[in-house]
């Protein structure tokens, strides 16, 4: 897991794919959200989150605690 944006995130590798998503629309500034010129690197950007936690998942990363 080498990906910054994704551990900033700060997610249980049992998080589901939404959780996911919903997390890294957050992680974006409201501004980035609204330009629509931004569409493709947003979509990029979730898509790279949703692949970094299906990797930390089936790397069988476990949760501390």
């Known amino acids: 897991m ?11 590798p049992t998080a589901s794919p939404y959780t996911v998503l919903r997390a890294a629309v957050r992680a974006l ?3 980035t959200r ?12 979730y898509r790279q989150m949703l692949c970094a936690h299906a990797a930390r998942q089936a790397a069988g990363d476990s949760p501390t605690g």
């Open 2 to 12: 080498t990906d910054p944006a994704y551990q900033r995130l700060d997610l249980p």
């Open 29 to 31: 500034h409201s501004d």
């Open 34 to 45: 609204a330009v629509r010129g931004f569409r493709a690197a947003r979509k990029r950007f």
